[in-house]
């Protein structure tokens, strides 16, 4: 087959399993409902958006009356719940995510970036067959078995291709405002978060307030965070380097969040990271020793967290010499920090630990060499 | 296996696909000339700020006068000697504009708010039902892009 033909079945015939698809229905349906729910309460708080100042992007005749507006609203939020709990969620998610568009287009006041990605997401995500795990109104047998889960994925890339879009989209707009390029922008934020912070009646250390308040500390933040974004859209597209963007892109969205007031944004591009999780399971392997408490307390908690099922947990005889080993799909088996690290590459809740520890194990085990050799 | 409408058919992905992709670099590329950005995925805000100050063009004695709009409300008589009481921000929710006579974040940055800005005065004109005295709605923009005064801006609405 030629690499032409080659890179179409890839996109388009491509199958694989959808178990990491369900996490992520899941993950975007909470944010869909609580995006809803915003929705309801302001409506419930300042009543009907046509009866005051608004700006539709389609004709005034389209928008909904005010009746009409409220059951939309909470078809809306029905649908989205649907799509979470996994009753119809595909259709669930298409209805709730076309129902947000149409809103958006009725008052661009309403309009907000992290809205829109989350919505468009939404979108892209009911094509895909993430209706064959984590299907929660089914309790215990909420995943369907292996081969039931195997299905073309094709909407997978274009989900993926969005995301790197955001990033692309944002970081177009920063090279194009000379003001970011310059670091004045950051400047401006740093100085006025300084000042905030004084004025709540904190002292902050003089060289702490030295940094944050230099033109030059601004010029390579607002660097950094340019060539951040761009390394994300990018990177998540080179299979050698694509842990290590998101990895940064999770630091990066983790700053944002406790820094800036950027609603949903930073939750819907981590759920959003879901989509470039290798498709196929258990492929690693998690080995404790039986009877050894605080490993079969690491192996249960890697039971708990393990949402993408990337581990096959196996008991093993305590004469083992370590209490947990780790073998990562490379076949790569390792126990101490190395191990740890290896579990934090693929546990969801744990990856922001990751180069940290993966960072510590090349430093403590180059140590090790060297103390031996001398 | 599950069913649903939503699995496209192997000749319908390329399509959807090509279409899909091809609307959003349209709305992408469109979003840079849009003076609010909308659709661009411009995610961080710059730290321009603004304040507005309301004026009314009135007809008085046969003469068009600029009048400050106190606290954003004024009142006036209709034809048959009713009062009533006008209220910007009974109008306009929208909190970034709703703010008058003090300094507040232009968020998506100042050609944002002046776009919303222009179409809000617009639209409070055109409800201005009883009100014989105004002849226009004006705001005196002070603007300040990044932290540096970018100057004085005016709007105006006129009465359909």
Redesign the interface.
């Known amino acids: 087959m030629s690499g032409l033909g080659g890179t179409?079945q890839r996109?388009?015939?491509e199958e694989r399993d959808a178990l990491v698809l369900g996490v992520l229905r899941v993950s975007i349906g909470a944010l869909l409902f609580l995006n809803g729910m915003r929705l309801v309460l302001e409506f419930m708080h300042?009543g009907y958006f046509g009866d005051?100042?608004h700006?539709p992007?389609i004709p005034e005749p389209w928008l909904p009356g005010p009746t009409g507006y409220a059951l939309l609203l909470g078809l809306q939020a029905i649908a989205a719940l649907c799509a979470f709990v996994g009753i119809w969620p595909?259709?669930g998610l298409?209805t709730a995510s076309s129902l947000g568009l149409y809103f958006l287009l009725c008052d661009?006041?309403q309009?907000h970036?992290?809205r829109?990605?989350l919505l468009?997401l939404a979108f892209?995500l009911?094509?895909t067959?993430c209706?064959?795990s984590l299907l929660l109104v089914r309790g215990r047998q909420h995943t369907?078995p292996r081969e039931?889960r195997i299905?073309?994925t094709?909407?997978r890339?274009?989900f993926q291709?969005?995301v790197s879009?955001?990033y692309?989209?944002?970081t177009?707009?920063?090279l194009?405002?000379a003001?970011?390029r310059s670091g004045?922008?950051l400047?401006?934020?740093y100085?006025?978060a300084a000042e905030q912070f004084t004025n709540q009646g904190h002292q902050l250390p003089a060289w702490v307030l030295a940094i944050f308040t230099s033109v030059l500390f601004a010029s390579i933040a607002a660097k950094a965070a340019i060539c951040s974004e761009l390394f994300i859209a990018l990177g998540i597209w080179v299979p050698r380097v694509r842990r290590l963007a998101l990895w940064l892109g999770v630091v990066f969205h983790i700053s944002i969040e406790l820094t800036?007031n950027?609603e949903l944004?930073s939750w819907v591009m981590l759920a959003a990271y879901f989509a470039f999780v290798v498709p196929e399971v258990r492929e690693r392997r998690f080995e404790f020793a039986r009877g050894n408490a605080r490993a079969e307390r690491l192996a249960r908690f890697v039971a708990l967290l393990d949402w993408c099922a990337r581990f096959e947990r196996h008991p093993q005889s305590s004469t083992d010499a370590a209490a947990f080993y780790v073998t990562n799909r490379e076949g790569r088996r390792a126990s101490g920090a190395l191990g740890m690290a290896q579990l934090a590459e693929a546990i969801p809740l744990l990856f922001p630990l990751w180069l940290p520890l993966a960072l510590y194990a090349k430093l403590t085990s180059k140590r090790v060499l060297t103390a031996s050799s001398a | 296996?599950?069913r649903?409408l939503?699995?496209?058919s192997?000749r319908l992905?390329?399509v959807?696909?090509c279409a899909?992709?091809a609307t959003?670099c349209v709305l992408?590329f469109r979003?840079?000339k849009s003076p609010?950005?909308?659709?661009?995925?411009?995610?961080?805000n710059?730290?321009s700020d603004f304040k507005i100050s309301l004026f009314r063009k009135v007809k008085h004695r046969g003469r068009a006068r600029i009048v400050p709009v106190q606290d954003g409300a004024w009142e006036t008589n209709d034809p048959s000697g009713t009062r009533h009481t006008y209220r910007w921000q009974?109008?306009?929710?929208?909190t970034r504009?709703a703010t008058l006579n003090r300094f507040g974040h232009a968020a998506y940055g100042l050609d944002a708010q002046l776009f919303?800005l222009q179409?809000?005065l617009d639209?409070?004109v055109r409800h201005l039902a009883g009100d014989e005295e105004t002849l226009a709605l004006i705001a005196e923009v002070d603007t300040l892009?990044?932290?540096r005064e970018a100057g004085h801006v005016r709007l105006q609405a006129d009465r359909p």
């Not at chain 2, 009974?90 to 929208?94: G, Q």
């Open positions: 179409y996109l388009f015939g300042s005051y100042f700006m992007l595909r259709e298409l661009r006041l309009y970036n992290n829109y990605a468009l892209l009911a094509f067959p209706d064959r369907l039931q299905a073309p094709f909407a890339r274009l291709i969005q879009l955001i692309l989209g944002s177009g707009g920063k194009l405002d003001d970011w004045q922008v400047f401006m934020r100085a006025r800036a950027v944004f | 296996m599950p649903s939503l699995n496209l192997p992905r390329p959807f696909f899909y992709l959003q992408l979003a840079q609010d950005l909308v659709f661009g995925f411009q995610m961080f710059a730290t009974d109008r306009v929710h929208y504009l919303r179409a809000a639209d409070f892009k990044n932290g």
